[in-house]
C-alpha cells in the first residue's frame, strides 16, 4: 500500500529565506505524487504534481519539488519565503498503479509558518 | 466558474441530530470527493462519486454516515444521528477524469460542530 511521511509537522523560517518541505513515500508501484496548499479556513489547491515525466516539477508560486527515486522523496521548496507563503503543505500519493484508483493518500501536513 | 461550493459553511448541532452538508461540484467535473479533516485523523477520504454513481465508500466511517449525488451539479453528506465526535470541517472536492492523475479542486469546507 501507498503512503507518504511527512517530517515536521511545524516549520519556521524568516522571510527571504530557504523552504523545505519533506516529503517521504512508500510505494510498489511507480508512484504519482503531489503537493496541496491549505490557506487557513480554505480548501486545498494544487502546488504541483508529479506523473513520471520530468524529476523536477516546478508548481504556483515559485515551488517546485524533485523526484528523487532512490531516496523514495518529494521534497518541497522555494527559494526566497513569503509572508504569504504561510500555511499548511500537504505531500499525497496515488493510489494504486497510475492513478487507477481515483484516491490520494494525504500525508499529515506541516504548518509554514514564515518570520518577517 | 465559481468552483466547488459548500454549504453551509459552518453548522453547530446537537449530538443525536440529523445534520446534511451540501456540495456542487465544479461543472463538468465527473468525480466528486468528500473528505473529513481532523486534528487526530488528518484528511481521510470518505466516498467519491463518478458520474454520479458511488465507487468507493470504504472510508465512511459508519452507518451513521450516507452520501447522495442525484445528478451532475449536486452531492450531499448526511450524519444521522450525528454524534461528538463527528466534529470536523468537510470537504467536497470534484475533478475531471480521475483524481488520482488529475488535480482535485476542493470546496472552502463545512465546519461542523456537534454538542
Known amino acids: 500500500a501507498q503512503s507518504v511521511t511527512q517530517l515536521g509537522s511545524h516549520v519556521s523560517v524568516s522571510e527571504g529565506a530557504l523552504v523545505l518541505l519533506r516529503c517521504n513515500y512508500s510505494?510498489?508501484?511507480?508512484?504519482?505524487l503531489f503537493w496541496y496548499v491549505q490557506y487557513p479556513n480554505q480548501g486545498l489547491q494544487l502546488l504541483l504534481k508529479?506523473?513520471?515525466?520530468?524529476?523536477l516539477v516546478k508548481g504556483i508560486n515559485g515551488f517546485e519539488a524533485e523526484f528523487k527515486k532512490s531516496e523514495t522523496s518529494f521534497h518541497l521548496t522555494k527559494p526566497s519565503a513569503h509572508m504569504s507563503d504561510a500555511a499548511e503543505y500537504f505531500c499525497?500519493?496515488?493510489?494504486?498503479?497510475?492513478?487507477?484508483?481515483?484516491?490520494?493518500?494525504f500525508g499529515t501536513g506541516t504548518l509554514l509558518a514564515v518570520q518577517p | 466558474d465559481a468552483g466547488v461550493i459548500q454549504s453551509p459553511r459552518h453548522e453547530v448541532t446537537e449530538m443525536g441530530q440529523e445534520v446534511t452538508l451540501r456540495c456542487k461540484p465544479i461543472?463538468?467535473?465527473?468525480?466528486l470527493f468528500w473528505y473529513r479533516q481532523t486534528m487526530m485523523r488528518g484528511l481521510e477520504l470518505l466516498i467519491y462519486?463518478?458520474?454520479?454513481?458511488?465507487?468507493?465508500d470504504s472510508g465512511m466511517p459508519e452507518d451513521r454516515f450516507s452520501a447522495k449525488m442525484p445528478n451532475a451539479s449536486f452531492s450531499t453528506l448526511k450524519i444521522q444521528p450525528s454524534e461528538p465526535r463527528d466534529s470536523a470541517v468537510y470537504f467536497c472536492?470534484?475533478?475531471?477524469?480521475?483524481?488520482?492523475?488529475?488535480?482535485?479542486?476542493f470546496g472552502p469546507g463545512t465546519r461542523l460542530t456537534v454538542l
Open positions: 462519486f463518478n458520474n454520479n454513481v458511488p465507487i468507493d
Open positions: 508529479y506523473t513520471s515525466a520530468a524529476t
Open positions: 461543472s463538468g467535473h465527473d468525480y
Open positions: 472536492a470534484s475533478s475531471l477524469a480521475g483524481g488520482g492523475l488529475n488535480e482535485q479542486f
Open positions: 510505494s510498489s508501484v511507480p508512484p504519482y
Open positions: 499525497a500519493v496515488s493510489e494504486g498503479y497510475g492513478g487507477a484508483t481515483n484516491k490520494l493518500i
